[in-house]
């Protein structure tokens, strides 16, 4: 029963985990530049291993920027997007050290999709 769960555990960890949350606006009540369609926030966790030098399961801001947030946007008939907050977990010099042989990263975007 045990070796189930840490294969059950294991298994869902490996596929990743990420989010995307969008919210339609009126393009006359957000300021952006051009007209608001959506306001829309993506998320992503990773998994790495050895110091965040192998990722087992990618999150960094390319997955949550160029995979996650524009996909969004386009996929909603905008044409752009107004980045407005980008993060993402640091990987190197001392921050480092919290990888050790198994570390979670987590990366987040926030931008409004606009035409």
């Known amino acids: 029963m045990k070796k189930l769960i ?8 490996l596929i990743g985990c990420t989010s995307v949350e969008s919210a339609v606006v009126s393009g006359t009540e957000i300021a952006a530049n051009g007209e608001a ?4 926030q993506t998320n992503a966790l990773g998994l790495t291993a050895i110091f965040h030098i192998i990722d087992i399961v990618q999150s960094d ?13 386009k996929a909603m008939g905008a044409s752009k997007v107004d980045l407005k907050s980008a993060s993402t977990t640091p990987r190197h010099g001392i921050y480092a050290l919290f990888g050790t042989i198994i570390g979670i990263t987590s990366s987040t975007a926030t931008g409004v999709a606009v035409k």
Do not use: R
Not at 65 to 71: E, P, Q, R, S, T
């Open 6 to 13: 840490l294969s059950a555990v294991a298994a869902s960890s």
């Open 61 to 73: 801001l390319d997955t949550v920027v160029n995979k996650l947030l524009i996909a969004e946007a």
């Open 37 to 40: 369609v959506a306001v829309i």
